[in-house]
């Protein structure tokens, strides 16, 4: 059946490009591994092996989120920079005589630096497998590295190739893809978190409202993994309002260092609250210390659990006990983006095209790829 795409005053295909997610996240976790898992089972097996996760903007803030729980559930050296990062200063970030994971994400893999780091890691390191998570399959990324006997390429539902400007189920589904290949995440987990995510579809009318105060300020807070969501979280306000609203993301215990002087009588906090018991310490300290500055509405609190009546009301979202931040912080990030969205409406823009004069693109333009020899700079 063809669901028709709802006027950009309803959302337009970003509205429902977030409400898939859920169904998303069952094929996901349904799917088959076993030839993937053979790719991956003698380079991670390799005591010093070492992992680097890389995209581009959101792409790059998913590895933010997945690092901390790839590095404890599979003992090694995990680490999350961005491919703008690796392609200014190659050098910087890439070790030519350590057995190297490259695992890549590209919603189309046509960003001009997912190519270059791609080749770069090929040029500048003695031994280096390619991990490719892309939603596009005629991508330039997945072209250029099928077939290649260190190269693998695992494709994402043909859904999540989303047509939206910002990234959201494209997002969610290779996030999700890299935990069940390198992580924590089972068939179970991804059930969980698909029903939490329906819950939030449910609170669409309250995030609504949320989105109608208008504020003109948003600071996400995250510990940890959550750190990486609130990067996120505050890009895909950015993005959607196109930078009609000023963001901001911090952990917790950093925001206090200087960052706080943002909080004005205009702000709305989100707080992403963990699951360990001893961050979450610091999570309700910052709602305690904002609510007391801004008043008990300043501050959105999400949770997988209620907090104590003291520190103000939270969102709830059922049925998550027992799981790491980095699988909570998928449903937490529905949550952020349908914020972003509505709040995105409020200001009149047209959330599959914020930028009609083409100031910014779905995938970047513009950018030149040097070689490393030959600069003469």
């Known amino acids: 059946m063809t669901i028709s795409t709802p006027a950009q005053q309803d959302g337009g295909a970003t509205i429902l490009e977030i409400g898939q997610q859920p169904d998303v996240w069952r094929e996901v976790a349904a799917r088959d591994d076993e030839a993937v898992t053979a790719f991956l089972r003698d380079v991670i097996a390799r005591p010093d092996i070492r992992i ?4 581009a903007g959101s792409s790059a803030f998913l590895g ?3 690092a901390p729980a790839l590095r404890r559930h599979l003992g090694r050296r995990v680490e999350a920079i961005a491919t703008t990062s690796i392609v200014a200063g190659p050098l910087d970030f890439l070790e030519r005589h350590t057995p190297t994971l490259l695992v890549s994400f590209g919603r189309s893999g046509n960003s ?23 939603c596009d399959r005629d991508g330039q990324l997945s072209r250029a590295h099928s077939g290649r006997a260190n190269s693998c390429v695992v494709y994402m539902p043909d859904r999540t190739n989303d047509t939206g400007f910002a990234m959201t189920s ?32 449910g609170l669409q009318p309250d995030i609504r409202t ?15 993994p959550l750190e990486g969501l609130a990067h996120e979280s505050a890009l895909k306000m950015l993005e959607l309002t196109a930078g009609e609203v000023v963001t901001y993301f911090d952990s ?18 989100v707080v992403y609250v963990s ?4 961050t979450r310490r610091y999570d309700l300290d910052i709602i305690t210390e904002i609510r007391a500055q801004l008043g008990q509405d300043a501050v959105t609190v999400i949770s997988t ?8 009301p939270a969102v709830t979202l059922p049925g998550l006990e027992g799981l790491d931040d980095t699988l909570v912080a998928l449903p937490y990030l529905v949550f952020a983006q349908y914020l972003a969205l509505f709040t995105a409406l409020e200001h009149g823009k047209t959330p599959d095209n914020p930028f009609p004069s083409g100031e910014v693109n779905r995938v970047v333009q513009g950018v030149t790829i040097y070689p490393m020899t030959g600069n003469g700079g």
């Open 275 to 278: 699951t360990d018991p001893y």
């Open 252 to 269: 917790p215990l950093g925001f206090r260092h200087g960052p706080k002087s943002a909080l004005d009588g205009d702000t709305l906090a």
């Open 112 to 134: 001009p630096e997912s190519l270059a780091t791609t080749a770069l890691a090929d040029e500048l390191v003695d031994d280096v497998w390619h991990l490719i998570l892309t």
């Open 170 to 201: 494209s997002l969610t589904s290779m996030l999700l893809t890299c935990l069940r290949l390198l992580g924590p995440a089972t068939a179970d987990d991804g059930e969980a978190l698909a029903r939490a995510a329906e819950h939030v579809a």
């Open 210 to 224: 949320l989105a109608k105060t208008k504020k003109q300020r948003f600071v996400y807070l995250g510990s940890g």
């Open 52 to 55: 680097v996760l890389t995209g």
């Open 64 to 66: 933010e989120i997945a």
């Open 305 to 312: 659990a209620p907090i104590p009546e003291t520190h103000g």
